[in-house]
T-cell receptor, first 112, second 116 residues
Framework: AQSVTQPDIHITVSEGASLELRCNYS??????LFWYVQSPGQGLQLLLK??????LVQGIKGFEAEFKRSQSSFNLRKPSVHWSDAAEYFC??????????FGAGTTVTVRA | GAVVSQHPSRVICKSGTSVKIECRSLDFQATTMFWYRQFPKQSLMLMATSNEGSKATYEQGVEKDKFLINHASLTLSTLTVTSAHPEDSSFYIC????????????FGNGTRLTVT
């Protein structure tokens, strides 16, 4: 069975500081991995995805993530956070059928 | 880019009534649509997978007679919560993708259902 763990429920970061959100997954084969962002009362927007190839993936809004098979991790990073990055972030794992399993989410608060 | 429209965004209904939520792909043909439920401060739980022209596939623990899903066309899927109860109050989100290897998933903006 596939599953995703996001160890950090809530992270507070200063504007301009770097951000890293952790994601660990459990999956029997080579996973499809995703990071989504959700603003309050809204749907999900895809930040980036990994299917194969280069393990460092670049996404939108200056985000990147690195797939580490040995650690079963797919951590999300951003070098310099903007106030507009305050949101809920979800890591997800799945396969080509896109039946995704989502982590519990990490709430990011940005302080001025 | 591809857009998925979900309607209504908010709905309040009385216990015992039924509510229909629509999910439309506005500029692409969605061969597969997914319906999720999200409780406050929690993750998305997949309820069912809907393929155009066939019956929906429900996840374990989801009552198919309570959550009726219809995917009658390549641009529309509906979720009907029948005989709603307060415990059905939740945020429901749909997503859609077109046929094709690695074609992306697009999410609607969700529907906040409150059953009084």
């Amino acid at each position: 069975a596939q599953s995703v763990t996001q160890p950090d429920i809530h992270i507070t970061v200063s504007e301009g500081a770097s951000l890293e959100l952790r994601c660990n997954y459990s999956y029997g084969a080579t996973p499809y991995l995703f990071w989504y962002v959700q603003s309050p009362g809204q749907g999900l927007q895809l930040l980036l995805k990994y299917f194969s190839g280069d393990t460092l993936v670049q996404g939108i809004k200056g985000f990147e993530a690195e797939f580490k098979r040995s650690q079963s991790s797919f951590n999300l990073r951003k070098p310099s956070v903007h106030w507009s990055d305050a949101a809920e972030y979800f890591c997800a794992v799945g396969a080509g059928d896109y039946k995704l399993s989502f982590g519990a989410g990490t709430t990011v608060t940005v302080r001025a | 880019g591809a857009v998925v429209s979900q309607h209504p965004s908010r709905v309040i209904c009385k216990s015992g009534t039924s509510v229909k939520i629509e999910c439309r792909s506005l500029d692409f043909q969605a061969t597969t649509m997914f319906w999720y439920r999200q409780f406050p401060k929690q993750s998305l739980m997949l309820m069912a997978t809907s393929n155009e022209g066939s019956k929906a596939t429900y996840e374990q623990g989801v009552e198919k007679d309570k959550f009726l899903i219809n995917h009658a066309s390549l641009t529309l899927s509906t979720l009907t919560v029948t005989s709603a109860h307060p415990e059905d109050s939740s945020f429901y989100i749909c997503s859609a993708r077109r046929r094709g290897h690695n074609s992306p998933l697009h999410f609607g903006n969700g529907t906040r259902l409150t059953v009084t």
